[in-house]
């Protein structure tokens, strides 16, 4: 594996390392300087594949690129931004800008260590109304974050509302591209390993499947945390596996039970967008709990007129679903919001380009000309 990178050194003749600001099983995380930016700070995230043959980290390089090209696309006032890719050597790296603040699971010890509570429901929900249209962005523009939890979730020292940070798509890319080109690799430890356990659902932990619904599953799991003070392990039943938070802590019905389907184990029975939690945050029963400033409004995308087959495009949807899951739906009104005068033939091969494993894909496309 490859050495940690030293403090001064200069990387790319352009970003100087500064010192670690973490380590985990993908790589490590540095805050650098940008001395083409006048010494502007900045997160260098390196990533560090176990296996350094040539043939792996010239695909790891291919995969940087495009996954990169995705996220630069991202441009929210809650997420870093992201500024650029490079490699030098046998490191990748991804930079992005430098958030100054706390984590909210250093905002949460602090406060039990200093007022012995943890957060109201009132700030709770405040929390989820600020972070819900984030999720609501990048689910819309095709992106997960599937590594949700109170460590990515910060509180800059420059804005108010809670910044999503760390993204785990290109995690999650940098498994299967490694978990598939081994030979000797498990077909079961594909895509597996991104995420947290405790904050990440069932379906993302055991299966490596993630949906817009596996995000809001992992906001919630936050959620109890900031309410309880306690850690995910600790609310869940050794023997049943199933939430026993409300043991812990005393909230508006309203409230637990939209926590209880944002929990809940089984995909399709979770609100199965963003937009949905936010709704039900706004019901009338919960109203009198939320501050009194002015209600956010969701870009939802208008519904799409298209010239193919209305059968054609709900056998589109069911074979699509078979390949990613709950995801089908809105990634098939995304790509005809995108192409609105596309034909059946230029529909099949863009929404095969969209699904991540090539196996999945080019059995999408054999399907869907039989039809």
Not at 124 to 144: A, E, F, G, K, S
Not at 338 to 350: H, K
Request: hydrophobic share 40%; aromatic share 8%; glycine share 4%.
């Amino acid at each position: 594996m490859l050495q940690e990178i030293n403090p001064g050194t200069l990387i790319n003749n352009r970003y100087q390392v500064q010192k670690v600001l973490g380590r985990g099983g993908f790589g490590r995380t540095y805050l650098a300087f940008d001395i083409q930016r006048f010494g502007e700070s900045c997160v260098l995230k390196e990533f560090v594949p176990e296996n350094t043959k040539e043939d792996l980290v010239r695909k790891s390089r291919e995969l940087f690129e495009r996954e990169a090209k995705i996220l630069y696309q991202i441009n929210h006032p809650q997420i870093p931004k992201f500024l650029a890719w490079l490699t030098e050597g046998d490191r990748l790296f991804i930079v992005q800008e430098y958030i100054q603040g706390k984590t909210y699971s250093e905002i949460l010890y602090e406060r039990l260590s200093q007022q012995k509570v943890p957060f109201s429901e009132v700030e709770v929900i405040q929390w989820l109304r600020d972070l819900l249209p984030v999720l609501t962005y990048i689910h819309l523009q095709n992106i997960i974050h599937r590594d949700i939890s109170l460590d990515n979730v910060m509180l800059s020292n420059k804005q108010s509302k809670p910044v999503l940070i760390d993204f785990g798509v290109v995690k999650q890319k940098v498994t299967e591209i490694f978990s598939t080109t081994e030979k000797n690799a498990s077909p079961f430890a594909r895509d597996s390993i991104v995420g947290k356990v405790g904050y990440s659902p069932p379906e993302q932990i055991y299966m490596g499947q993630c949906y817009p619904c596996s995000d809001i599953y992992a906001l919630g799991v936050s959620a109890l945390v900031l309410l309880t003070g306690k850690m995910p392990n600790l609310l869940i039943d050794y023997l049943t596996l199933k939430w026993q938070w409300r043991s812990h802590i005393s909230i508006s019905e309203p409230l637990g039970k939209i926590l209880d389907k944002m929990l809940a184990e089984q995909p399709t029975q979770r609100y199965q967008s963003a937009n949905e939690v936010f709704s039900a945050l706004q019901s009338t029963a919960l109203r009198h709990t939320i501050s009194n400033e002015p209600t956010q409004t969701l870009e939802i995308p208008p519904t799409v007129t298209t010239p193919i087959n209305p059968e054609f495009l709900e056998l589109c949807r069911q074979e699509l679903s078979r390949a990613v899951g709950p995801f089908a739906s809105l990634l098939l009104e995304e790509t005809l919001s995108r192409f609105p005068n596309i034909t059946a033939s230029q529909l099949v091969e863009a929404l095969m380009a969209e699904i991540p494993h090539q196996k999945r894909a080019e059995e999408f496309r054999k399907r869907m000309k039989l039809r």
